[in-house]
């Protein structure tokens, strides 16, 4: 059977293998830039409700909110997860909290419930947010994210069901096409066949 | 003559620990688990891709150097073949050195590298943002495969048989990686600042990440990874040339 004895044959035809199969893998179940969740949240016993978009990458995050009288929104270094913890040592609740993960897009959507004195939580966000922008009947945020930063918005109900639409576009990410990764993989493959049997000659 | 035979020791020694098709199999699962990582989610910083991509490809690389450095190195003194080594008109450190750049250095240049590569053509748009910082993250984790490689090849010095430095190197290689997961989870659970930092600091590509993304960290994370390996590397030089008997 015919196998490479020289190292940098055996390298190049590795890359070009590899080439190929993440090729046609990305063009497949490779990254999403932008993806979307919505839901109807049931804010009966709940006086605010924190809203959160956690990406991985960077990107353009908006949330839209309906169905709220007061939305403040806030832009976190870190895990915004802890500032949950937080909350509680506030005297706030977390309830009903509800998320969805899309892996492809690399980006967290969580929607939770603040039980508790909702002054308290407009008190403890005080001086780090800034008002949301009103729309119509609906307050939106959008901002651009760095990697490992989020945003957060806090919304005080005004209705028994609050609609939420969180989104991210991924900005600043590419990769290459399935041609020239297709071309790029198999010119390797030939190139490391050449160059062995050509050193084999000698 | 040293030099031509040291240079021809390591080539013997370097073809052995390369063999194919194992070393070819290797190659082509890590490159290709590397390009199919970079497209997985979206990464868009350098240090994020190196992150994405490497994390896995040094588990790989690790049980690779368990094998080469370790049982291996023992098979060669059970077969004769490191008595033969020993002849060579060489300086018992000089061997030593050779030996851990064919067990350790190149394999895990070559394994971590081949996989950086394809990431980097994979990712040409975002890791062409910054290459430095690309490289930057792949020499942490080289140096953390160093850490790993040089425990292996110690275990294999110290132990006559081969089973028993391969128990001894995965034992030790899952010992140190179930350590730093159990104290990041300890220190994140009660909040204890220094558990984390401990946890962080255990894996050098942490605190580097952390620094290049502008992150808070403080500056001793950055040389606990270098200095055990520096110390086990010393270690396993003096050990090879003063106490190592076949």
């Known amino acids: 059977m015919f196998w490479f004895k020289k190292l940098l044959p055996r390298i190049l035809f590795g890359i070009g293998i590899a080439l190929i199969i993440a090729s046609a893998f990305a063009t497949q179940y490779g990254v999403k830039t932008s993806s979307s969740w919505s839901i109807g949240y049931n804010s009966q016993s709940t006086p605010a409700i924190l809203a959160a978009v ?30 949950l913890g937080e909350a509680g040592g506030l005297g706030l609740k977390t309830v009903n909290t509800i998320s969805h993960d899309d892996f492809q897009t690399g980006v967290y959507y969580l929607v939770t419930g603040l039980q508790g004195n909702p002054i308290t939580a407009e008190q403890a966000f ?67 066949i050449i160059i062995e049997i050509i050193t084999r000659k000698r | 003559m040293s030099l031509k035979k040291s240079w021809e020791l390591a080539l013997i020694d370097l073809w052995d620990s390369l063999r194919p098709p194992s070393f070819d199999i290797m190659l082509i699962l890590v490159a290709t688990l590397s390009g199919i990582l970079s497209v997985l989610e979206p990464v868009t910083t350098p ?46 450190r000089n061997i030593s050195l050779i030996i851990y750049l064919t067990r350790v250095l190149l394999p895990s240049i070559i ?64 010992g140190y990686t179930a350590t730093s997961l159990i104290l990041a989870l300890v220190g994140s659970i009660d909040n ?38 520096i110390v086990l590397f010393i270690t396993y030089v003096i050990y090879f040339t003063r106490r190592f008997e076949v």
Request: proline share 5%; glycine share 8%.
């Open chain 1, 54 to 83: 956690l990406p991985t990458g960077s990107g353009i995050a908006q949330i839209n909110i309906t169905g709220v009288s007061q939305a403040l929104y806030l832009n976190l270094t870190g895990n915004p997860l802890t500032l």
């Open chain 1, 126 to 192: 005080q001086g780090l947010v800034k008002n949301a922008q009103k729309i119509g009947n609906s307050y939106v945020v959008k901002k651009s994210l760095n990697p490992e930063e989020s945003i957060v918005v806090l919304a005080f109900p005004n209705s028994s069901t609050v609609l939420i639409t969180e989104s991210f576009k991924v900005t600043g990410y590419g990769h290459i096409s399935l041609i020239n990764g297709l071309e790029l993989g198999l010119a390797l493959a030939i190139v490391s």
């Open chain 2, 47 to 92: 240090p994020a891709v190196g992150n994405a991509v490497l994390g896995a490809v040094l588990f790989v690389t690790s049980l690779y150097l368990a094998l080469r450095a370790s049982s291996d190195l023992v098979n060669l003194v059970q077969t004769g073949v490191m008595p033969l080594y020993l002849t060579y008109p060489i300086s018992r």
């Open chain 2, 111 to 174: 394994l971590l590298g081949i996989p950086a590569i394809v990431a980097g053509i994979m990712l040409y748009p975002v890791v062409g943002k910054n290459i430095s910082e690309f490289l930057i993250m792949w020499i942490a984790y080289l140096i953390q495969a160093q850490l790993y490689g040089s425990i292996f090849i110690l275990a294999s010095n110290k132990s006559k048989s081969t089973g028993t430095a391969a128990v001894v190197s995965i034992t030790g290689y899952f």
């Open chain 2, 192 to 229: 204890i600042k220094i558990l984390t930092n401990i946890a962080n600091s255990m894996g050098l590509y942490n605190p580097v990440y952390d620094i290049l993304n502008g992150i808070r960290t403080p500056t001793w994370e950055i040389f606990v990874v270098p200095v055990i390996f």
